[in-house]
């Protein structure tokens, strides 16, 4: 099946610094997705792309559709001690009804304030 | 607008014991999906139910099975648990249309331990 490469696994930044992760995938997607989970809580959405080379911006967050569509990033400017939790990508291809998202495993982003 | 409802919040069991879950989606929408989520494998689909019946699948042995009532309530059942099982398991609402995850609602989850 489809795997998706996350990294880095974790990032330990100073408050204020930006900070990237990335996706790759075996496969195409045409949908990728970025998810962040709370300690304790379900992920939530932060940012949806639908087009290969689509940028979109999310307040201090852009994320990037890969030209191949096999790839995206996240990025994180100006970091704040609220930004902390663990990032997930998640890369979707819908087929009529049969549709599943495949998660990356993760990055922890730690912010020291 | 409520959000996406799962209980219970925390569950310790043995090995061989079963275990049934539940989650009350967004009202409205149509789509359960259960995910499990562990530290080493990250989060993996274990199936989707649409207007009670499951409509996607993910790789998991039948031992964990689901179910979807007519008010689009699902509960999530493991049999016999073994000490891998032990994970949180996220429940995710969504109107069912199928076109984006960003209609996804994820809940907080269900801490099962399996000693």
């Known amino acids: 099946g489809q795997q998706l490469n996350q990294s880095p696994q974790s990032m330990f930044i100073q408050e204020g610094e930006d900070v990237s992760m990335n996706c790759t995938s075996s496969s195409i997607f045409n949908t990728w997705l970025w998810y962040k989970q709370d300690p304790g809580e379900g992920p939530v959405l932060l940012i949806a792309l639908y087009k290969a080379g689509e940028l979109t911006s999310n307040g201090r967050l852009t994320a990037q559709f890969g030209i191949t569509r096999k790839d995206s990033f996240l990025n994180i400017s100006a970091s704040i001690p609220s930004d902390v939790g663990i990032y997930f990508c998640?890369?979707?291809?819908?087929?009529?009804?049969?549709?599943?998202?495949?998660f990356g495993k993760g990055t922890l982003l730690t912010v020291n304030p | 607008k409520a959000g996406v409802t799962q209980t219970p919040r925390y569950l310790i069991k043995t090995r061989g014991q079963q275990v049934t879950l539940s989650c009350s989606p967004i009202?409205?929408?149509?789509?359960v999906s259960w995910y499990q989520q562990t530290p080493g494998q990250g989060l993996q689909f274990l199936f989707e139910?649409?207007?009670?019946?499951?409509?996607n699948k993910g790789n998991f042995p039948g031992r964990f099975s689901g179910r979807q009532f007519s008010n689009s309530r699902s509960e999530m059942n493991v049999s016999t648990l073994e000490l891998g099982d032990s994970a949180l398991y996220l429940c995710?609402?969504?109107?069912?249309?199928?076109?984006?995850?960003?209609?996804?609602?994820f809940g907080s989850g269900t801490q099962l331990s399996v000693l």
């Open positions: 995710a609402s969504s109107s069912g249309s199928g076109a984006s995850g960003e209609k996804l609602f």
């Open positions: 998640a890369g979707q291809l819908v087929r009529g009804s049969n549709y599943k998202l495949t």
């Open positions: 009202s409205g929408h149509r789509s």
């Open positions: 139910y649409f207007s009670e019946t499951q409509r």
